[in-house]
């Protein structure tokens, strides 16, 4: 069974600071991977997508990779704000989603 | 709407009751699934509908659980006798499916916080 870790659990950075999280999973057998941010009490929203056949994707301030044959991807944030304060979550797809636990960012200002 | 919805957003019920949780998806999505977060959990897969196709329910935690989608379009989750455990947030997701292969991305309703006491 497929699963997916991040690390760290969480994180706390200054205002400005960039960062990088990290998700890795078991089976390289992917079609996919999606980064979410998760607000309290709120629903997913979706980040970036990487199809198994990429290996980044970018929007604004995010940068994902993907290194399916080690089984890692990261996210990296730049120059980070408060509003970025959120769990992000990685989910991979095989025969069906699985999760990772999410990594709970702090950004101070 | 443009985005996924579900109702009720919050539902509170005794144990050993049976509750509906329903799920408009984006028009035009073939895909739905369904998914629980419980507190301090990651989320943990329920079923899977595709198109016409039979839906995957390998992720239904007991008989308790079932969900249907009427049309290709709207869903909806029911649990039975509902237990303390059950107590979590539900959430729906729709996506486009390509008959490649190809997944494009998920997008998420707000979710249903359902609370059995």
């Known amino acids: 069974k497929q699963e997916v870790t991040q690390i760290p659990a969480a994180l706390s950075v200054p205002e400005g600071e960039n960062l990088v999280l990290n998700c890795s999973f078991t089976?390289?057998?992917?079609?996919?991977l999606q980064w979410f941010r998760q607000d309290p009490g709120k629903g997913l929203t979706s980040l970036l997508l990487i199809q198994s056949s990429q290996r980044e994707q970018t929007s604004g301030r995010l940068n994902a990779s993907l290194d399916k044959s080690s089984g890692r991807s990261t996210l990296y944030i730049a120059a980070s704000q408060p509003g970025d304060s959120a769990t992000y979550l990685c989910a991979v797809l095989g025969n069906q989603f699985y999760f990772g636990t999410g990594t709970s960012l702090t950004v101070i200002p | 709407g443009a985005g996924v919805s579900q109702s009720p957003s919050n539902k509170v019920t005794e144990k050993g009751k049976d509750v509906e949780l329903r799920c408009d998806p984006i028009?035009?999505?073939?895909?739905l699934y369904w998914y629980r977060q419980s507190l301090g959990q990651g989320l943990e897969f329920l079923i899977y509908?595709?198109?016409?196709?039979?839906?995957?329910k390998s992720g239904l935690p007991s008989d308790r659980f079932s969900a249907e989608r009427t049309g290709g379009s709207v869903s909806t989750l029911t649990i039975q006798r509902t237990q303390q455990e059950d107590s979590a947030v539900y959430l729906c997701?729709?996506?486009?499916?390509?008959?490649?292969?190809?997944?494009?991305?998920?997008?998420f309703g707000p979710g249903t916080r359902l609370t059995v006491l």
């Open positions: 028009s035009g999505h073939t895909a």
């Open positions: 089976d390289s057998a992917i079609y996919n």
């Open positions: 509908f595709q198109g016409n196709s039979a839906p995957d």
């Open positions: 997701a729709s996506s486009l499916r390509g008959t490649s292969g190809i997944v494009y991305e998920q997008f």
